[in-house]
């Protein structure tokens, strides 16, 4: 079965600073795909960015980068000059290839910037 | 507006009390699932569905019916409610080609049990 880790469940970091989120993955699949979500103090959960297995590009979109390691399984997201609306809880997931596509979810990292 | 729409958003209802959350969504997904979360658990499926008529078990079923008439329509049903389904629920949708379709997911059901 797969797993998910998100080590850090609580980060507060200054508002500009930057902050990264671990997560770390296992699974025996070789195709599988990797989603980080945002969940804010609405309530809400927003889809950010997806990885495939066999895409290890990193990406950046604006203030935030993901970096994904497949030696390491894992799949690290960065914010950059972090704000206060970035305050949430952040969520590391993981499907396999199959029909099912149950998101298993880590833990969540509860980030919070303060200002 | 792309939207997963879920109801209600807030319920307090008591143990064995029939209640049904209703999940609705407007992109034409074919792939539709609930999910609870629970503290230090983070997201766990309850049941998805493929298509029409087409419904499965997830990881916590138990407790929890479904149906998929319709496209769009994707109900929860907790036939005789108890406090260990307190939680917070969500359902999800999403296009049906390759795992990769991210889940759009409703702003959640939060139920309480007493």
């Known amino acids: 079965a797969q797993k998910v880790t998100q080590a850090q469940t609580e980060i507060s970091v200054v508002e500009k600073e930057d902050v990264t989120l671990d997560c770390v993955y296992e699974t025996r699949d070789t195709t599988y795909y990797l989603f980080w979500y945002k969940q804010p103090p609405s309530g809400e959960l927003v889809f950010l960015i997806r990885?495939?297995?066999?895409?290890?590009q990193n990406e950046i979109s604006g203030r935030y980068s993901w970096n994904f390691q497949k030696s390491t399984s894992s799949f690290n997201f960065t914010i950059t000059a972090s704000q206060v609306v970035d305050s949430a809880v952040y969520f590391c997931a993981l499907t396999l290839d199959t029909g099912r596509r149950a998101l298993t979810f880590g833990s969540g990292t509860r980030l919070q910037v303060q200002p | 507006e792309a939207q997963v729409t879920q109801n209600p958003r807030y319920l307090i209802t008591v143990t064995g009390k029939k209640l049904t959350v209703t999940c609705s969504q407007n992109?034409?997904?074919?792939?539709m699932s609930w999910y609870r979360q629970d503290p230090g658990l983070g997201l766990r499926q309850i049941y998805y569905s493929m298509n029409v008529e087409v419904t499965d078990k997830g990881d916590v079923p138990e407790g929890y019916k479904v149906s998929r008439k319709e496209k769009r329509n994707f109900p929860l049903i907790l036939e005789s409610p108890s406090p260990n389904q307190t939680s917070l629920y969500f359902c999800a949708s999403s296009r049906i080609q390759g795992s990769n379709q991210p889940q759009h997911f409703g702003d959640g059901t939060r139920l309480s049990i007493l």
């Open positions: 990885r495939n297995s066999f895409d290890e």
């Open positions: 992109m034409n997904h074919e792939y």
